[in-house]
């Protein structure tokens, strides 16, 4: 049984900073696709960032990039996003999720697709205000 689940979220001025944490359990393989997808009230979900826990490669949307970072930290069941210089438009409900195709979403170029990831966790808010 995969299980993760979402902290760190909160409230923040623009220009603050947060970190966010992914606690993750029961992989059936070592190597792992972990994506990061926000969505907004009346908007669609949407790719964040992501990383391939076999090499740490990482990808980020253009909005973000610059701004966050994505990592695992080492032995440890844990994916954190590190998130500078938020905005506004980044307040959003933000997920964490595992990819069900032996981390394809990662090495195929689908990493900010939601229907590659069977596996999501509840969310934590976080809200940027002016």
């Known amino acids: 049984q995969v299980q993760l689940v979402e902290s760190g979220g909160g409230s923040v001025q623009a220009g603050g900073s947060l970190r966010l944490s992914c606690a993750f359990s029961?992989?059936?393989?070592?190597?792992?696709?972990m994506g990061w997808f926000r969505q907004a009230p009346g908007k669609e979900r949407e790719g964040v960032a992501a990383i391939y826990t076999g090499d740490g490669s990482t990808y980020y949307a253009d909005s973000v990039k610059g701004r966050f970072t994505i990592a695992q930290a080492n032995a440890k069941n844990t994916v954190y996003l590190q998130m500078n210089s938020l905005k506004p438009e980044d307040t959003a409900m933000y997920y964490c999720a595992v990819d069900s195709s032996f981390a394809r979403s990662c090495y195929g170029g689908t990493w900010n697709s939601v229907y590659g990831y069977a596996y999501w966790g509840q969310g934590t808010q976080v809200t940027v205000s002016s």
């Open positions: 029961g992989y059936t393989y070592s190597d792992n696709c």
